[in-house]
Every structure is written in C-alpha cells, then in structure tokens.
C-alpha cells in the first residue's frame, strides 16, 4: 500500500513539474532581445532583391529580344522548351513578394501611426502592383481577383484574363500615385536603409527620405506610362488618357525625365548578390552577341555598338551569331561578347526603368496625334540623346549620329528600331515592345527565301525555328508552373486554353500580330 501512495506521489509531483513547465515554455523559449517579427524595411530590401533576381536582367529573355545568342551548350534548337525551375521560380517569388508586402501593409494600419508609415505603405503597394504587372506581362492569364484569398477558404483560386490585371493594375497605381502627390507628414519615418533603390547608400543612390520618395513617385508614375503603351492596340483611349494626363501635369504626376531620375538596382557585388550577368560569366561562356542586334548597329554606325558589345578575339571584329542555330559557330571566339559595362563588374546593374523610354512613347503618343508637350522629332531626339548619355556615349558622337543615319524619318519603324536598341539588357521589356509592335523585324539569308513575286519577309528577331520548325517565333508567353498542374489543375487547365507547345498558340491579350504561330 505504502508502495502505492508512493507512485502516486510522485505521478502527481511530476503532473505539477510538467504544468509548470508547459504554462512558462513559451516565455522560457522566447529570446527577449529578439524581434518578434521582421522591421518594415528588412522585409521591404528582402522583397526588392528578390524580385530582381528573378525579373531583373535575364539572359534567357534577351535571346527572345534579340540582343544575345548562345554560341556553345546549345539548347534551342529544338525550340525554347522553357524549364520550371526559371519560369516556375519567377511566378513564385512574384506571389511570395505579394504576401510578404501585404503583411506590411496591414501591420501599418493597425500599428495606431500609419501617417508615419505613408512612405512604406505607398511603396509596398506599388512594389505589389510592379511584381502583378510582370507576372501578367509574362504569362497572360493568371490569379489575382481570388490569389490572396487563403484565409478565406479560397485555396484554387481562378485566372483573371491579362486585361482584367493589368487595368487593375493601371487603377491602382494611379491611386498611389494620387497618394504620393497628396505629400506625407513630417513625421513620417521613410523607407529606411531596405530601400536599395534610392535610400541605402551601398547599392542605392543614398538619398534622404524625402528625396527618395520623390524617385519613387517618377517610378509610380513611368509604370503608368509604360503599361499603358502596352495596351495601346487594345485599349487606345485609356493609353491616350493616361500619357495625356501624365505628360501635361508633370507636377501632380512627375515622371522619369533624366538620368538622375531612372531607376536602376545597383548588386552589392558579393556573393549571392552577384550582378546576374556576371554571375553567369563567372563559370560560363554561353553567350555571345546576336547577329541580328550586331548588323543593326553596324548598319546604322550606331556608336552604342562599342559600348554594348566587344569585338571578337580572333581578329576585333563585331559580329553576332543566330539564335535558334543547329550548331555552335565554327570558332566561338569569331563572335562578341557583350560589353563590359553590362556583365564585367559584380556590383554592376539591373535597369528597371531608362529615362530614354519615356521620351520614345512620349514621341509615339506624338505620332498618334495626341497631346504631349513635344513633338515626335523632339521627342524621337531626346530619347536618342539620352539613350547615349545613359551609354556613356559622347555628347559629339550622339549628335553625329542624329545628324545622320539615326535622323528620324517621321515613322513608327524607325521609333520602334530605336526603342529597341535603347532597351539593351531590359530582355523582358524588349520582348515586349517586339510581341506589342512587330519590331524589330529582320530579314536573314537563311532562314528567309522570296515568294514567287521575289519578295522577302521579315522574320522575328531571336531564332530560326522556335520548336521542331512547328513555330516561327520566339515564345508567346511564359509556360505556366508545374505546380500549378498539380494544386490548381481545374482553374490552370481552363486558362490554358488554345495554348500550344507550352507557349504558343494563344497570343497574350495585348498582342495583336497576325503573322505568328
């Protein structure tokens, strides 16, 4: 008997230790001099960097842009079958950034002082808006009215056409715009050193909150511009309506007019923030120069081609080679590689928005006869200028250079061309301007043959058959991720409708050519 009051003694001794223990083991476990969650502008700089090392200058994109090619490893001959892991990591880190950006956003509204954190909001919204507009840029369709609805049950959530995200998209950030023009008090705290755009002094331009905030709102409002022109052929007066807007009220809505304006993410310049292309130059020799781009500016006498490319090492020659090849070139030194600026320096980097692009739509929205504070040939000239002054290029050479084969005919062509030249390592954007407008266009010996009245067509600008010579162009769009397949099957499924081969067929909505399968 003694032996069993002892047992339960000592269970009931041991039942009290162990309450005790459970009712402390949070307070007990808990370092004190830890945060107990992320301060706004770790997770801001987390979220940026992110987000460039998925969207900021990507090699891939390039070949489709034309600018680049590979010259050894191929693997494009049997078609731009994109893998998972690239496009795949793209949509994920775009959704990740979202969610990551919201908790700052509604931690702000319930922290009792979101006027002192207007700066951060404003920015992380439009940083959200930044990375929706890409993932629709890319991929056409995808989640957005029910994507952030986990809380709610909504787990499958449906694809949104393109056109339903990017006017959504174009609305909100106009709302932030309107924000960012209503000022911030003096109290507000700013973005902080997570800032790496504008604020932090090592890969920003170190500038003060006030004057950051400033850069951002150009940004907001060049995002505008540059989405509405996306759109143009779709939605003409909502682009007329938003360049007008914002080209006539530079004061409510400033936007990227100069070099000290445009918005560039500078790499730390260790690693893992090696400068991507760098970083892929480090190990590798997979790239030199396409022909397409190289012939341009060789034609043209176009001083960039110095800049943008090296001459080749077996006798300094420039010279490109095709995208899409059967084969690697005879001697992969006979063809450059590209220019120093752009993939020799680790700390090099990424272009989000140039400020020459503001004055090549401004002079579309010229052309189109609307209402822009310049005409088409000043504004075709300012964009040139800049472009070189963005290029290092001196003041002589750029006006030698209007003055003579780059002098503007007055055409959308010769815009386009020039677009496209300026946007050297913006791949995506380019890619865009190509699948919005045609241009460039180009005519290749061996891939173009004369029809029976002895004329030839252009052909797209990066590669020769893009998928077993089932395709003639570089792809549509992005393939949309595996796991998509495999948790969202129903609402993917339908979304993929008259898409072919991963990323052909169905054209994104904004894309109206006719002369592409």
């Given at each position: 008997?003694?032996s069993?009051f002892k047992?339960i003694?000592l269970s009931?001794s041991?039942?009290?230790?162990l ?6 083991f949070?307070?007990?476990n808990t370092d004190p ?7 706004y ?11 460039m090392?998925?969207?900021?200058t ?6 489709w842009a ?11 001959y049997?078609?731009y079958?994109?893998?998972?892991n ?8 775009s959704y ?9 956003i509604?931690?702000?509204a319930v922290?009792?002082?979101s006027?002192?954190?207007k ?7 439009l940083?959200?808006n930044y990375?929706?507009y890409?993932?629709a840029n890319a ?5 957005y009215?029910?994507a952030f609805k ?8 449906k694809y949104d056409?393109?056109?339903v995200?990017l006017k ?6 106009k ?8 000022g911030?008090t003096?109290?507000d ?11 932090n002094p090592?890969?920003g331009?170190g500038?003060?909150?006030?004057d950051a905030?400033?850069?951002?709102q ?5 995002l505008?511009?540059r989405i509405?022109?996306r ?6 007066e909502?682009?007329k ?6 080209f006539?009220?530079p004061t ?6 100069s070099i000290?304006d445009?918005?560039?993410?500078w790499?730390q310049?260790?690693r ?12 590798r020799?997979d790239?030199?120069m396409a022909?397409?781009f190289?012939?341009h ?9 110095f800049v ?7 006798d300094?020659?420039?010279r490109?080679y ?13 063809i450059s590689?590209?220019?120093?600026m ?12 140039k400020?020459?692009?503001t004055y090549?739509?401004?002079a579309e929205?010229a052309?189109r006869?609307w209402n822009v ?5 000043e504004?075709?000239?300012k964009?040139v200028?800049t472009s070189?002054?963005e290029n290092?290029v001196?003041?002589e050479?750029?006006?030698a250079?209007l ?9 959308f062509?010769?815009?386009?061309f ?9 791949g995506i954007e ?8 045609g241009?460039p266009?180009?005519i290749?010996?061996?891939i173009?043959?004369?029809d ?8 797209y ?7 077993k010579g ?11 991720p595996?796991n998509q397949f495999s948790y969202?099957r129903a ?6 409708q ?8 169905k054209?994104?909505w904004?894309?109206?050519r006719t002369?592409v399968?």
């Open positions: 008997m003694k069993i047992t003694a009931a041991m039942m009290f230790m309450s005790a223990c459970t009712s402390d949070e307070e007990i001099d830890a945060f107990t969650s992320a301060p502008t770790n997770m801001l700089g987390y979220v940026i960097t992110e987000g090392q998925q969207w900021g990507s090699l891939d994109v390039c070949q034309g600018y680049v090619s590979e010259v050894q490893y191929l693997n494009n049997e078609g079958t994109p893998t998972n690239t496009y795949g990591n793209r949509w994920y880190n990740w950034g979202y969610t990551q950006l919201q908790d700052i509604d931690r702000i922290d009792g002082a006027e002192d954190y700066q951060m909001r404003d920015v992380a919204m940083w959200q990375l929706m890409n993932v991929f056409g369709p995808i989640p009215s029910e986990g809380k709610e049950g909504v787990l499958q959530s056409s393109d056109e995200v959504a998209v174009l609305e909100n950030l709302t932030i715009a309107d924000s960012f023009a209503n911030y003096s109290s705290y700013g973005l902080g050193i997570g800032d790496f755009l504008f604020t090592a890969v331009k500038l003060n909150k006030d905030i400033k850069k951002w150009k940004f907001c409002n060049s505008r511009l509405a022109m759109i143009v052929n779709k939605a003409p909502i682009t309506a938003t360049c007008e807007e914002i006539n009220n409510q809505y400033p936007y990227v007019q000290d445009q918005v560039y993410f790499w310049g260790t893992p923030y090696f400068e991507p292309w760098y970083n892929n130059s480090v190990t020799d790239d030199g022909d397409i190289i012939d500016l060789k034609k043209m006498n176009d001083p960039r081609l943008y490319a090296k001459p080749a090492k077996t300094g020659e420039y490109g095709e995208n899409g090849a059967s084969l690697n070139p005879a001697n992969i030194h006979a590689r590209i220019g120093a752009f993939r020799d320096n680790a700390s090099g980097f990424s272009p989000l928005y400020a020459s692009e090549y739509m401004m929205a052309l006869g504070p310049m005409s088409a040939e504004a075709y000239n964009g200028l070189m002054a290092e001196s003041d050479n750029a006006k250079y003055e003579g084969p780059g002098k503007f005919d007055g055409s062509d010769m815009l386009y020039e677009q496209w030249v300026s946007m050297f390592k913006e380019a890619w865009s301007l190509y699948r919005r407008t241009f266009t180009y290749h010996s061996s173009s043959a004369p029976d009245k002895g004329k030839v067509y252009p052909k600008p990066g590669a020769r058959s893009a998928y089932i395709h003639n162009d570089v792809p549509f769009r992005f393939p949309y595996n969202n609402n993917v499924t339908e979304a993929s008259g898409i072919e081969n991963y990323v052909w067929g054209q994104v904004w894309d109206t002369d399968h």
